[in-house]
């Protein structure tokens, strides 16, 4: 291998392992398994991913971008707290795009889709029962995901979920409140109903209802963790 090619394997590995310390690190803080508040070493992650300081550096810029973690030069990297005004703004976004998505579906109803919306909720229900939340999270997710790709604005979601880290920090939060789950599934249930049954108003109404929930909590969750919150 010449000195051209190591130098080109390099700087691939460089922007792979960024990526892949990113999408770990992400995925630590929005199931909260990283705190707001808790302090990101450089030379720690280095070890631990066993990786140099360059594809590390480059990953906590990314998190820094998405507003996951504050980045104090010389000093330290800490995740950051769940800003309320970023979690409004984002459900704003996602709520405007899924109104209209489920106003697509539901006057076209697939029936391959209404299988796939339901066996996602066959999984959540499982998980809910097994109190996983990771999991039930995960499924989540894939049923939202699942309806952009149906309606062929899959690049949609990938947009709407770097502009969401601190609504989902928040959802995750909240996720463990008794009967949250069964919420949730009930809400899913309905908006798939309506799909089906090619009612949009009945869809939007749903989803509406369904993504309006976790703001209304706010007050409860800043009591019982203050220190997650932004004041």
Same mark, same amino acid.
């Given at each position: 291998?010449?000195?051209?090619?190591?130098?080109?394997?390099?700087?691939?590995?460089?922007?792979?392992?960024?990526?892949?310390?990113?999408?770990?690190?992400?995925?630590?803080?929005?199931?909260?398994?990283?705190?707001?508040?808790?302090?990101?070493?450089?030379?720690?992650?280095?070890?631990?991913?066993?990786?140099?300081?360059?594809?590390?550096?480059?990953?906590?810029?990314?998190?820094?971008?998405?507003?996951?973690?504050?980045?104090f030069?010389?000093?330290?990297?800490?995740?950051?707290?769940?800003?309320?005004?970023?979690?409004?703004?984002?459900?704003?976004?996602?709520?405007?795009?899924?109104?209209?998505?489920?106003?697509?579906?539901? /006057?076209?109803?697939? &029936?391959?889709? @209404?299988?796939? +919306?339901?066996? =996602? %909720? #066959?999984? !959540?229900?499982?998980?809910?029962?097994?109190?996983?939340?990771?999991?039930?999270?995960?499924?989540?997710?894939?049923?939202?995901h /699942?309806?952009?790709? &149906?309606?062929? @604005?899959?690049? +949609?979601?990938h =947009? %709407? #979920?770097? !502009?969401?880290?601190?609504?989902?920090?928040?959802?995750?939060?909240?996720?463990?409140?008794?009967?949250?789950?069964?919420?949730?599934?009930?809400?899913?249930?309905?908006? @798939?109903?309506?799909?089906?049954?090619?009612?949009?108003q009945?869809?939007?109404?749903?989803?509406?209802?369904?993504l309006?929930?976790?703001?209304?909590?706010?007050?409860?969750?800043r009591?019982?963790?203050?220190?997650?919150?932004?004041?």
């Amino acid at each position: 291998m010449d000195d051209r090619t190591t130098e080109s394997y390099g700087r691939g590995r460089s922007r792979g392992g960024a990526s892949y310390v990113f999408d770990h690190l992400r995925e630590e803080i929005l199931s909260l398994q990283l705190a707001p508040g808790s302090v990101l070493s450089r030379l720690e992650l280095q070890e631990r991913f066993e990786l140099s300081s360059t594809p590390i550096r480059d990953a906590l810029m990314r998190l820094q971008e998405e507003g996951l973690v504050d980045i104090f030069p010389q000093h330290a990297t800490v995740v950051s707290p769940i800003n309320v005004d970023h979690a409004r703004q984002a459900q704003f976004l996602r709520r405007s795009v899924e109104l209209e998505l489920v106003n697509v579906l539901a /006057q076209a109803p697939d &029936a391959g889709l @209404v299988e796939q +919306l339901r066996s =996602l %909720i #066959r999984q !959540q229900t499982a998980f809910a029962e097994l109190r996983e939340h990771e999991a039930f999270s995960r499924a989540d997710h894939a049923f939202h995901h /699942q309806m952009y790709i &149906a309606a062929k @604005v899959g690049n +949609l979601w990938h =947009l %709407i #979920r770097r !502009q969401s880290g601190h609504i989902d920090r928040l959802r995750r939060l909240n996720l463990p409140v008794e009967g949250k789950m069964r919420e949730i599934i009930a809400a899913h249930t309905a908006i @798939v109903d309506a799909i089906a049954g090619g009612s949009p108003q009945e869809a939007q109404e749903a989803l509406r209802g369904h993504l309006s929930q976790s703001l209304g909590l706010i007050n409860v969750l800043r009591e019982k963790h203050p220190g997650y919150f932004k004041p």
